[in-house]
């Protein structure tokens, strides 16, 4: 079984620059959602969920390039054998939560730099896990995925999946919530900001971590996490085609989602362009300080004009007049 919005494709602009994805994810009891579904998928491996008695098998994907789980390093000199096997991990954060709506799990999915050669891809996701593990107390699942070989899929899309439990670890087990799951007056009381910023510290800090990692193999190329309107970038998001559209589509039958999603994408593409087209061929309108300096250029210029005309042909007399005819008007 695989669930239905996992792995959604990324569709990428053919052009030589890195490019930025970092997508959070929950998973929990509201929706249905199984942590030992969700671990054996990415890790491609078969996953018993004690809860369910359901059997989760996906031991025959080829595209799982590397897979361990991410301890905090407190533990490094601990025994903790019980968390790094990942069937016994995920049913025991299945075990541990007792409310019908439940988080379980939340991932990190992020892109990686087809730049990079693929050891360098590993450490770069592989110290972005022991970081969050490291802040946050949790387990990380990391698998890092190959592109997918099949028609319409991206050859340039390496990317990881961060599969981290929503408890701390122990030595013992899984302990208590992580402050990620706390909410906002919890995490007030506590001196902690806002959980989105959360989100937004991790953003970044995966942008930087990228771009460190490429800095070090002589890598060009950067990413941001910023969005385009505050990078000052006036183009269109790259869009993105859902799960269930794409995998119809990958099967050689007609998505109206997939289609339609296409068609409103060119129309704000081509409505961006006209509007752009627009700005460029009117005129901007001038400041006040702009209207000041062209009147006083305009003065002048006329003064210089009457005076010429009083050397070469202008009786004095005359210009005397109309100054003056003009000055009492």
Not at 25 to 35: D, H, I, L, P, V
Not at 65 to 83: N, Q, T, Y
Not at 219 to 236: C, L, N, P
Not at 291 to 310: F, P, T, V
Request: charge should be neutral; aromatic fraction near 6%.
């Amino acid at each position: 079984m695989v669930e239905s919005n996992l792995c959604r494709p990324i569709e990428r602009e053919l052009i030589d620059v890195a490019v930025y994805y970092l997508n959070l994810k929950t998973f929990g009891r509201a929706n249905g959602s199984s942590a030992a579904s969700a671990a054996a998928y990415r890790a491609g491996e078969r996953i018993r969920d004690a809860r369910t008695g359901k059997t989760y098998d996906h031991s025959e994907r080829q595209d799982v390039m590397h897979k361990e789980i991410v301890l905090p390093s407190r533990f490094a000199g601990d025994d903790m054998e019980w968390a790094k096997d990942r069937e016994n991990l995920w049913n025991a954060a299945e075990g541990a939560e007792i409310r019908k709506n439940a988080r379980v799990a939340r991932e990190y999915l992020v892109a990686l730099p087809v730049e990079l050669s693929p050891g360098d891809r590993l450490n770069l996701v592989r110290g972005f896990a022991r970081e969050l593990s490291d802040r946050y107390g949790f387990a990380v699942d990391l698998a890092v995925h190959a592109p997918r070989d099949f028609p319409g899929s991206d050859p340039r899309n390496y990317h990881a999946h961060l599969l981290a439990t929503t408890r701390e670890v122990t030595i013992e087990g899984l302990g208590a919530k992580t402050t990620l799951e706390m909410n906002d007056d919890h995490r007030r009381r506590l001196g902690l900001k806002p959980g989105i910023q959360e989100l937004l510290h991790v953003r970044e800090r995966w942008a930087a971590a990228a771009n460190e990692a490429m800095r070090e193999a002589h890598v060009s190329a950067r990413i941001d996490h910023r969005s385009f309107e505050a990078q000052g970038i006036d183009r269109e998001p790259r869009r993105r085609i859902p799960q269930a559209a794409f995998e119809m589509e990958r099967h050689g039958y007609r998505s109206v989602v997939g289609d339609r999603m296409r068609e409103d994408y060119q129309a704000r593409v081509e409505a961006r362009l006209a509007k752009t087209s627009s700005q460029q061929a009117s005129p901007k309108p001038q400041s006040l300080e702009e209207i000041r300096r062209e009147a006083r250029e305009n003065w002048l210029r006329m003064r210089q004009d009457r005076s010429h005309g009083q050397d070469e042909s202008t009786p004095a007399s005359t210009l005397d007049r109309s100054r003056g005819e003009d000055l009492s008007r």
